[in-house]
Each structure stands twice: as C-alpha cells, then as structure tokens.
C-alpha cells in the first residue's frame, strides 16, 4: 500500500482534481472525512457562490474536523480528509496530531482537464464559473497550502490524469 504507516492522510488539490475519486481508491484503508460536507454543516450552504471569506469559519471547521478524526481513530481507523484548502486548517491539524504518522498528497492535474472535469461533473455546488471557483479556491489560500504540502519532506505529489 503506497500510504502503509500514514494513520492521517490529507488528499488536496484544486477543484475537480480527483480528491474524492481518490480517496474512494483506498476506502479499504481509509475512512473518507470530505470537508466541503463540514463547511456545509457550519455554514448551512453547500453552493459556492455563496461561501465568500471562510477566516471566521476556519478553526469551526478545524474543531469539527478534530472530533470526526478523534472519532475515527476511537474506532481503530486511519482517516483520509478530502479537500482542505486553507493553510491554517492543514496547520492545525498537523500541530493537533504532530504524535502521529500522517502525509500530505497534492493531485497534481492540468488546468484544462480541470476545467473538463468541472464542465462534465454536474454537481449542484457548482453555482459559478470554473474560473470563479479557481479564484475562490486562490483567495482562500490554496497556492500556500500547495506550496507548503509539495515542500515537505515526506509528502507526496501525484501526477492524477492520463495523458
């Protein structure tokens, strides 16, 4: 197994970039936590166009992702979370577990598959543009936390196409 002592496995990358197709890969191994779920719960929307600015929603979302990843590992489980996309989230997260094996893999995917992939993909979320998502996605941090995942030794980037 590629991921055989990571008990903490976060799946990140851009939108459409295969995070919850992935995760579904290695379902035998890991409990699948996808965070848009939990921004939904907290917030009480599930459409894009109406997440604006997440800071005040951040450590809410980094506190409930704690109680769902303590829960799973009460139940002997390793935990996959698909689909962080602020720094101060991933931080927490890893400062909150630092006793613990985890890694970091970025699903690495070509813009225009990715924009293919959002066009095909039908899912009632996707209330905006492709290119509205993409800045979405930017103001929230997610080119620092690509940054800070493909920079740490131990972390993993996968190329998550065919050519």
Same mark, same amino acid.
């Given at each position: 197994?590629?991921?055989?002592?990571?008990?903490?496995? @976060?799946?990140? #990358?851009?939108?459409?970039?295969?995070? *919850?197709?992935?995760?579904? =890969? !290695?379902? &035998?191994?890991?409990?699948?936590?996808?965070?848009?779920?939990?921004?939904?719960?907290?917030?009480?929307?599930?459409?894009?166009?109406?997440?604006?600015?997440?800071?005040?929603?951040?450590?809410?979302?980094?506190?409930?992702?704690?109680?769902?990843?303590?829960?799973? @590992?009460?139940? #002997?489980?390793?935990?996959?979370?698909? *689909?962080?996309?602020?720094? =101060? !989230?991933? &931080?927490?997260?890893?400062?909150?577990?630092?006793?613990?094996?985890?890694?970091?893999?970025?699903?690495?995917?070509?813009?225009?598959?990715?924009?293919?992939?959002?066009?095909?993909?039908?899912?009632?979320?996707?209330?905006?543009?492709?290119?509205?998502?993409?800045?979405?996605?930017?103001?929230?941090?997610?080119?620092?936390?690509?940054?800070?995942?493909?920079?740490?030794? &131990?972390?993993?980037?996968?190329?998550?196409?065919?050519?």
């Amino acid at each position: 197994m590629l991921f055989a002592d990571t008990h903490l496995l @976060f799946v990140c #990358g851009e939108i459409c970039s295969g995070k *919850g197709t992935f995760c579904r =890969s !290695i379902a &035998n191994y890991y409990d699948h936590i996808v965070v848009s779920d939990i921004v939904k719960e907290i917030s009480g929307t599930s459409h894009r166009s109406q997440l604006t600015k997440t800071d005040s929603l951040d450590m809410q979302i980094a506190d409930a992702l704690i109680q769902r990843i303590d829960q799973t @590992f009460l139940n #002997g489980r390793r935990v996959a979370i698909d *689909g962080i996309r602020q720094l =101060s !989230i991933y &931080n927490r997260l890893k400062s909150e577990y630092s006793d613990i094996d985890m890694q970091a893999v970025w699903l690495n995917v070509p813009w225009y598959i990715l924009r293919q992939r959002y066009a095909a993909r039908a899912d009632s979320k996707d209330d905006i543009t492709f290119t509205h998502a993409m800045k979405k996605d930017a103001a929230l941090g997610l080119t620092q936390l690509r940054e800070r995942i493909i920079n740490e030794p &131990n972390n993993i980037t996968l190329n998550h196409f065919e050519k």
